[in-house]
């Protein structure tokens, strides 16, 4: 865990995936990944 706070803005469905859009407070480039789970019931 380190300092640099994200932030999720917007997911959009699109064409069998998502558009995701983030933002990383924090003065340089960070490498960053998101993972999603769907789960139907």
Sequence with gaps: ???A????LNLVPYH???L????????????AAVDF???ND
């Design 5 to 8: 706070k994200m932030s999720v």
């Design 16 to 18: 069998h995936g998502v």
């Design 37 to 39: 789970l769907v789960i």
């Design 20 to 31: 995701t859009r983030i933002f990383i407070d924090w003065p340089q480039p960070l490498a």
């Design 1 to 3: 865990m380190g300092s």
